[in-house]
């Protein structure tokens, strides 16, 4: 198989390709995850990496004399780079802390987002027009864009920023995450949602009060 991929200039270019992006995708991966902390996981990603380098980069390295050879291993790097970054977006490994300033002071805004399964810290600032709601927010980087979107469909004046936690410790935070609940709903349907919710807790709350009496 070796020496058909080597008598096939054609070939081995699409090999140089193919095996450079597998394998900076998991260099990629790898190098994030370390950044991140999360050592279990980036040991892994060196695991392929490293059996990737073994088994097809030796190949690689080794038929650069040619133009086309260079050329390839050269889009291989770039194109793994993004697909790398592509697949740790998709894995989205860890938690965002959202941070939100609402258009006006808003009492409701805070329960809300809550119920809808995110952890939430809020208080109330003053600016430069008056008194506003703040609000931190822990949630799984997978459901950053929900919550951006669910935010703006209940403030769409709100003004937003997020950052990665280093790292959480306590607290309600992790616990207070309630990933089913992220997971089933939209955000063009959250007040839909909200009222499901609501109505939930009344039944619920109506009856224990029921069994109270009895």
Not at 28 to 55: H, N, P
Not at 134 to 149: D, F, G, N, V
Not at 184 to 197: A, D, R
Request: net charge negative; glycine share 8%.
């Amino acid at each position: 198989m070796i020496t058909a991929i080597s008598t096939n200039p054609w070939l081995m270019v699409l090999v140089i390709f193919v095996i450079n992006i597998i394998y900076v995708s998991f260099l990629t991966m790898r190098t994030i995850a370390t950044l991140k902390g999360y050592r279990y996981t980036a040991a892994t990603f060196s695991i392929m990496e490293t059996f990737v380098y073994v088994i097809g980069l030796g190949l690689v390295l080794e038929n650069l004399d040619q133009f086309q050879n260079v050329v390839a291993y050269a889009l291989g790097f770039g194109a793994g780079i993004l697909v790398g970054l592509k697949i740790e977006e998709r894995l989205a490994l860890g938690y965002l802390v959202v941070n939100v300033i609402t258009a006006e002071k808003d009492r409701d805004l805070p329960t809300n987002i809550r119920d809808l399964g995110y952890g939430v810290t809020h208080g109330y600032q003053y600016g430069r027009d008056g008194e506003r709601t703040t609000m931190q927010i822990l949630t799984p980087r997978k459901y950053e864009r929900k919550l951006i979107a669910t935010i703006k469909e209940l403030d769409e004046k709100a003004f937003i920023i997020t950052h990665e936690p280093k790292n959480i410790n306590g607290g309600f935070w992790t616990k207070g995450v309630r990933r089913r609940r992220l997971k089933n709903y939209e955000p063009e349907n959250v007040e839909e949602v909200l009222e499901e919710i609501y109505g939930e807790k009344e039944r619920e709350d109506a009856g224990e009060a029921q069994e109270e009496k009895i």
